[in-house]
């Protein structure tokens, strides 16, 4: 009885004394490297429960904190390399280098000593090339391979000999083939998409002129996820339709096995969309206690559909599996990423003889489980990534239009005439749009999806660089390499590619303040007076949305090959305005300039358009705002039709 009482004492006693003795010998740790180091005593920064409550609370937080706690604590909040921008740097890594010469980092690393685990920051491209090159030395992050691998181990959350196994077969599925469908449908589903909302659109008299769509954003994500279909499932869906309406003519028995089983809850579509919005939260909760939430609870429905989701996913999953090997039998191979899996797999693609001989199991290199786990990872990485890029450059071009004028250009001279617009060939365009391209390079540069890679050592790993010398990062440290400063370093980015004629007018462009390096400049890529090379390749380890090295993104050309295809589509006859707020103004009828407004003397509310100045103001915002979910995003999806007061109002003016 007496240890009931007991126990938890002596726990809440030494519980403290742990944190204290792992804070201390962290210290200990970044004493030895000679980096500067930031300390935030009693703070267990990768703590999954602070990951998703710290972005949440961090305005909170900063309001009520007083601001040397805050600026401390602010280094521990998951997203800090997007919220803090340079601040932890100049608070305090630059300091602590002037005080003392003899620290090592050159003013671009630091490491958070904290009581939870050692953590090493940096963007240093040299190290961050170096990290990514040694993926052997530099493991996943452990928290990111539980998170993504609710569905099974898979090639994002394995390492070593087991990684490498599932990379060649996932690698050799996103072939050139699997590009051209991913072309065609991205192309398919976007112009269907502007078809509907065209007619759809609630501009009364001048519909065929414009269309207006408050969910956009929303839009983009269901052309994503069909285009994800297609390309993954080998299964089209008209952009207007849901899944139970399969158009997909060389295969009569599909219907059955996509639309909802008597026995099932949720779509195949359904599914896949409730695992993406819930990856970094309930996804990881045991489904017995998703299932069994207490209905009277609140978001008992929701915490059910998302362990319908996890359950059903696969099921729908190997079911299209044992469709396409039927389908592959009678047609041959197939051009989508579940077919192209399921035959290099069974070749054993990629496999040296000597690892053929020594396979301990015959058959195919991945299971059947293996390869759901790897479609489902696909999606995972696949969907959220392209969708927020897309965006973004949606945002940025509202923001900057003279660049819509830039890629328009490109769009006319590619295909002069509008009858052409109907056959697209991925072969033609695809490599000769490289201004499209660089809009989503440039997107990326300035809002990576992914705001920092996280990576592991397992043993003490020594790095050599020309600025720090030789040192080493110790055992169980993670690493976390900043995108967000590494894309805005000055040194790689500033004026990149700009004549002195451009130099002279970005000078005197309001849009430049703060150094070109922040600003939205695509053309920044392009090489100039280059027939071969059309966009610039940057120096390694200083661009990283994809990564670099032996685990760079596979999905890198696919994103690519939808992202132009969708840009391409939507600017080929368009241009895009964001929709204007009406305020009120107080009209008091002497001020000039407003004409037919009521009398001189009678004052009046009447309704304006927002200024220039306001519109823009709200687009920064709208991008400043960002949260790091998954992937860093706007607050744009979930909007109502009506357009409620979230969101940003889009529209489509026909142009030719
Ligand atoms: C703009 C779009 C995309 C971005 C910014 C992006 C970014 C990334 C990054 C940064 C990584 C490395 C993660 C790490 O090492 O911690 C990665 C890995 C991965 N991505 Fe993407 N990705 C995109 C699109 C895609 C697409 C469309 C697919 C699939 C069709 C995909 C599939 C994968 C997979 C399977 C991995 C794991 C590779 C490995 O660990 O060997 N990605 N992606
Ligand atoms: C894509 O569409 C073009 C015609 O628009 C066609 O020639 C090509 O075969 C299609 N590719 C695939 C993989 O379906
Ligand atoms: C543009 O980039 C290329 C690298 O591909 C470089 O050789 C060239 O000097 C750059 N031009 C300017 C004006 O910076």
Redesign the pocket.
Known sequence: MLSVIYYPIVFLALYPLYLIYVYFSNLLQAKRMNFPYVSVPLLVQNHPVWMVSGPMTRLWLKARLPTFLFNRIALSIYGYEFFEAREPFTNYVEPQHRADPNLIGSGKSYALVTSGRFEFHTWDAEIAREVAARPKDFCQFDIGNWVMGILGQNVLTTDGSEWARHRRIVAGAVTERVSSVVWNESIRQTRDFLTSITESSNDGSTKTESATTYRMFDLVKRIAVHVLYAAGMGNKIDFTLSENDITDPDDSDKKAGDTVKPSMHLSYIDAVKIINENIAGPNIIPNVILLNWPSWLPGAAWLRNVAYAKIEFPIHTRAALARERQIAAKTGERNNVMSALIAASERNEGATDAEKKSATKKGPALSDEEVVANLYIFTAAGFDTTTNTLAYALVLLCRHPKWQDWIIEEIDSLVPHVSNLNKLEYTEIFPNAPRLLSIMLETLRLFPAIIHLAKMTQAPQTITTASSGTFTIPAYTTIYINNVLLHSDPAVWR?????DVERKAAADDEDDVDGDELAFRPARW???N?NE?KI??PPKGTYLPWSAGPRVCPGQRMAQVEFVAVMFTLFSRHRLEPVRKQTTVQNSGLKAGVEGLGTMSEKKEVLVPESDQALNERLEALMASSQPKLTLEMDVYDIKEDGSDRGLGLRWVRRR
């Open positions: 004026n990149l590619n700009m004549s392009l090489v100039p280059s090379q610039w390749t």
